[in-house]
C-alpha cells in the first residue's frame, strides 16, 4: 500500500513563509499533487512533480525528491485566503491503472 | 466549461432508501472518479472510469453502485446505507489516467446524511 505523511496542523503570520513537508513511500510512483481544500470546499489543484527539483507557481512552490520519498509545499507572503487544508496526492502505477491517494492533509492557519 | 457538477448538494435519506447522486463534466475528460470524504480526513478513492469502464473499484460495498452512461456523466447509485456512510461524496474527472499532469478536476460535493 502507500504511506503518505504530512504534519496536521500549522500556524503562520500574514506576509510569512510557511513549508508544508510530505514524506510518502509507494511502488510504482508516479507523480506527486499538492492540493488546497477551504473547509466545506472541493480541492484544488496547486501543483504537480514528477522529477526531483523545485516548481514554482507564483506565491507557491513545490520540491520534489524521489530517492528520499520527500516533498514540500512552500507557500510565501501569506494571505488570509490561504488558511486551509493542504493534501499531498501520490499517484501511482498499479495493476488496474494510475492511482491518486491522498496524505491526511495539513490544516494552516493565518493569523493577522 | 472547466467545471465539475455534482447534485444534489446536500441529501439526506433513511437506511431503506434508494437514491442517486449524479456528476457531469463537459470538459472533454476522458477519467472520471468517485471519493468519499469523512469530516477532517482527507479524500478516499472509491471507484474509477476510464473511457467509460470501470478500471479501479477500491472494494466499495455492493450497497455503492457506479454506473458511466456516457463520458460527460457519472453516478453513484445508493441502496440500504448505513449511518456510518454519512460523508462528502466527491466526484472529480481527468483528461485520462496515464502519466503526464493529468490533473483532477473536482466537483463541489454531495454532502450525504444517512438515518
Known amino acids: 500500500g502507500q504511506n503518505i505523511d504530512q504534519p496536521t496542523e500549522m500556524t503562520a503570520t500574514e506576509g510569512a513563509i510557511v513549508q508544508i513537508n510530505c514524506t510518502y513511500q509507494?511502488?510504482?510512483?508516479?507523480?506527486l499533487f499538492w492540493y488546497q481544500q477551504h473547509a466545506g470546499e472541493a480541492p484544488t489543484f496547486l501543483s504537480y512533480?514528477?522529477?526531483?527539483g523545485l516548481e514554482e507557481k507564483g506565491r507557491f512552490s513545490s520540491f520534489l525528491s524521489r530517492s528520499k520519498g520527500y516533498s514540500y509545499l512552500l507557500l510565501k507572503e501569506l494571505q488570509m485566503k490561504d488558511s486551509a487544508s493542504y493534501l499531498c496526492?501520490?499517484?501511482?502505477?498499479?495493476?488496474?491503472?494510475?492511482?491518486?491517494?491522498f496524505g491526511g492533509g495539513t490544516r494552516v492557519l493565518v493569523k493577522p | 466549461d472547466t467545471e465539475v457538477t455534482q447534485t444534489p448538494k446536500h441529501l439526506v435519506m433513511g437506511m431503506t432508501n434508494k437514491k442517486s447522486l449524479k456528476c457531469e463534466q463537459h470538459?472533454?475528460?476522458?477519467?472520471m472518479y468517485w471519493y468519499k470524504q469523512k469530516a477532517k480526513k482527507p479524500p478516499e478513492l472509491m471507484f474509477v472510469y476510464s473511457y467509460e469502464k470501470l478500471s479501479i473499484n477500491e472494494s466499495v460495498p455492493s450497497r455503492f453502485s457506479p454506473e458511466c452512461p456516457n463520458s460527460s456523466l457519472l453516478n453513484l447509485h445508493l441502496h440500504a446505507l448505513q449511518p456510518e456512510d454519512s460523508a462528502l461524496y466527491l466526484c472529480?474527472?481527468?483528461?485520462?489516467?496515464?502519466?503526464?499532469?493529468?490533473?483532477?478536476?473536482f466537483g463541489a460535493g454531495s454532502r450525504l446524511t444517512v438515518l
Open positions: 509507494t511502488s510504482g510512483f508516479n507523480g
Open positions: 472529480a474527472s481527468s483528461p485520462g489516467t496515464d502519466s503526464g499532469a493529468n490533473v483532477l478536476t
Open positions: 470538459m472533454g475528460h476522458r477519467a
Open positions: 512533480n514528477v522529477l526531483d
Open positions: 496526492a501520490v499517484r501511482a502505477i498499479k495493476a488496474a491503472g494510475n492511482k491518486l491517494t
